[in-house]
């Protein structure tokens, strides 16, 4: 083939994938934005339910946390279910029930019913963001995957950036209105755009490229031959494996749910409590508070992409990785500091809250290098479900140390700690082999 034809081709796959890009991710992005809102806007409804509620920081924690104990036990077995219906009829109908239980939150009186109904959204929600990571295997190769990663959960933080000023005016403004409390607004109003989300869904997302009527017969073509060519690849190198089981037998799928937890326990160490730490450094006002937390979600929605697509450019990942997940612990510990000013604090956790952020773009780059097929669809469930039980341990943590010290200090370096875990345990999984 001639320069000129290489060239030529060479646009023509950059085109297709900025085709498929521009239809798929903006709304993926949109769906993850509402996933983790009604996941995390307990964090701001605290301010006020916990003392409507009576509850204790230990069991605010466990409530926050118990989400994830739901999310475990049924995340494997939604992906599968999600590999054989299809997206389409699995995400969306999974929206539209997660944005209904989301808004039952408005009806808790007490600690056993924020528990049960904490329990239930983990259970409702527990298929949306592996299958999501999983879909992006169904079009993007490796060469593509760590950018539309970042760029999927850049959500995460710009839905802090959002969700936040939101969250504070529903809480300033709508306080006896309809005689219900401001925080029983908050998760009714934040429910519905999910729900609505779910229905859109049904009829908007394409399972597999062989099913695109928005792609010509080339684009198809182009896509698919390149995932072909990917597997071919991956078997030539050893890497493939295609059995539901090859999963939990890989060593590395293990360590890597080690790493997961880790960033995982930062990540909602952050997202359960910073509304609180910025009301006992910063201000009382839950409409300032609502605006403050848009500077450390927005720093970290920014960088996440500026470190995804320096992975995706370089082709590396592994320091990519590990030098974000320091910084992160680094802050985490700087932010311990006793006596530190609310600003300097802020500060602080911005830069941690980057550092997570980021490290959570790369990594998922790093199970689908190693696994496909049936494997691929139960190790990315399966790290994401191990992970996400620091999403429990975490935030109870954090509640169980600030009844016992009163102080966030002690939370603050276990936090700091998790992430310098993470960050040597990918040294070891990542290591060079002869």
Known sequence: MSSPSIAAAADFETAVYRKVTRRLMPFLF????????????????????????????????????????????????????????????????????????????????????????????????????????LYLTFWYTGKHRARMVAVFMSAIPLSGVLAGPVSGWILDRMRGAGHLAAWQWLFLLEGIPSFLAGIVTLYFLTDSPVEASWLEEPEKRVVLDRLREEEERKKQAGKSNHHFGDAFRNLNVWLLCLVYFGLTGCNYGIGFWLPQVIKETITKDPLV????????????A??????????????????????????????????????????????????????????????????????????????????????????????????????????????????????????????????RRA
Not at 30 to 46: H, P, Q
Request: charged fraction near 10%.
């Open 30 to 133: 949109l769906c993850y934005i509402l996933a983790y809102v009604d996941r995390v806007n307990v964090g701001f409804a605290k301010l006020q339910m916990q003392q409507d509620l009576g509850m204790s920081d230990s069991v605010y924690g466990m409530g926050a946390g118990i989400f994830f104990i739901g999310y475990f036990f049924f995340e494997v077995p939604s992906n599968m279910i999600m590999q054989r219906v299809g997206a389409r009829f699995w995400i969306g109908p999974i929206m539209i029930v997660w944005g209904i239980v989301s808004s039952c939150t408005m009806l808790v009186h007490n600690a056993t019913g924020f528990y049960a109904v904490r329990f239930l959204l983990g259970i409702v929600e527990s298929g949306f963001f592996p299958g999501v990571i």
């Open 289 to 300: 508070i609502g605006w403050i937390t848009v500077i450390p979600w927005g720093t970290a």
């Open 302 to 431: 920014i960088a996440m992409l500026l470190v995804g697509r320096h992975s995706d450019a370089t082709g590396e990942r592994r320091w990519h990785f590990v030098l974000v997940s320091i910084l992160g612990a680094v802050a985490f510990a700087a932010s311990a500091i006793p006596g530190i000013p609310g600003l300097a604090g802020l500060a602080a956790l911005t830069v941690a809250t980057t550092g997570i952020l980021c490290a959570f773009g790369v990594f998922w780059a790093l199970p689908t290098s190693i696994l496909s097929g049936a494997a691929a669809a139960a190790g990315i469930a399966w790290i994401n479900s191990v992970g996400n039980l620091a999403g429990y341990v975490s935030p109870y943590l954090v509640g169980t140390i600030r009844d016992r010290t009163h102080s966030m200090t002690l939370a603050l370096l276990a936090l700091s700690g998790a992430a310098l875990m993470s960050a040597l345990v990918s040294l070891y999984v990542t290591r």
